[in-house]
């Protein structure tokens, strides 16, 4: 069974960082694209961050120049750095497959909530 479980979440001030990490168990890992969504109450989850096999990220504008995703194939970990946050990033942030390569995703994570205070 594939386990998500996603850590580094916190209360942090604008303009502060965080570093998230997700970890992936029972799964292959190095052949999937992967990604951080992110959700805030009563709306969809939204792709914030992607990285493909090749280690290519791409990001939506909304966090481009603030946030780095990054993966570690042995650990099957894939990260993403926070930097220079703001209010709107309040969210909770998951991982999963990257649902434009992937119509499989894994069954979503707990999350880890990310408040950032202003």
């Known amino acids: 069974q594939v386990q998500l479980v996603e850590s580094g979440g916190g209360l942090v001030q604008t ?11 029972g799964s292959s890992f ?10 805030t109450p009563g709306n969809q989850r939204e792709l914030v961050a992607r990285i493909d096999v090749r280690n290519n990220p791409n990001y939506a504008d909304s966090v481009k120049g603030r946030f780095t995703i990054s993966r570690a194939n042995v650990k099957k970990t894939v990260s993403l750095q926070m930097d220079s ?3 709107e990033d309040t969210a909770v942030y998951f991982c999963n497959k990257d649902l434009r390569v992937h119509s499989n995703l894994y069954s979503w994570g707990q999350g880890t909530q990310v408040t950032v205070s202003s």
Do not use: D, E
């Open 85 to 87: 946050l703001k209010p």
């Open 30 to 39: 190095t052949g999937n694209a992967m990604a951080w969504y992110r959700q």
């Open 15 to 25: 303009g502060g960082s965080l570093r998230l990490a997700c970890v992936v168990s």
